[in-house]
């Protein structure tokens, strides 16, 4: 399953309970009222019965919308509660062995902080990269080295699947990683933690259409034009 190249799909919203201080149903569905099509369900804590409750509901949700749910880490949650893919950290299941477990039909993602590690994401079958983080991010159990504009431009040099910045994404960093080269932003606290969730995720949305707006990505071998 190809990622739908259309603005709308460039801003992932990622749910996280912790951070936000609502249920992952509660966040999500506010994100997909806001305009949001791309979720990814994150709990690195939570009880296995539990994500795979919230799971279910949030597939159908975006199912009603047209709107897409991968669930980071948990292959298994993914697959029992009919998301659209999973997507994997370099410590989780090896893209190569969740790409055959998943099909051609559901979205395989990966996180990505080095050239070698997009490459390898590519070879293994992955249909798009999380690449960070991008900027000092206190969401993360495990920080690796921030990459910044340069950072980005290195790993985007070193893959043709669709990259989105995460890590420290605010509406005044949007225009920069897109002129880094990504091609969408993945959002946790900028979203999930604002009084408005669906007003915070039309916000992003406008920001990036404009964004998208002022910018031509050219046709590479083997890639379409971005969005």
Known sequence: ?????????????????????????????????????????RDKRGDLRRLLQAARTLAQACREVGALLVVNDRLDVALAAGADGVHLGQEDLPAALARPLLGGSRLLGVSANRPEEAAAAERAGADYLGVGPAYPTATKERIRPVLGPEGLRALRAATRLPTFAVGGITLERVPEVLAAGADGVAVISGIVAAPDVAAATRAFLEVLAGAYARRRVPAGPGREESY
């Open 1 to 41: 399953m190809p990622l739908p190249r259309d603005p709308a799909h460039a801003l992932c919203v990622i749910t996280d309970e912790v951070i936000s201080g609502r249920s992952h149903e509660a966040v999500g569905e506010a994100a997909l009222k806001g305009g949001a099509r791309f979720l990814q369900l």
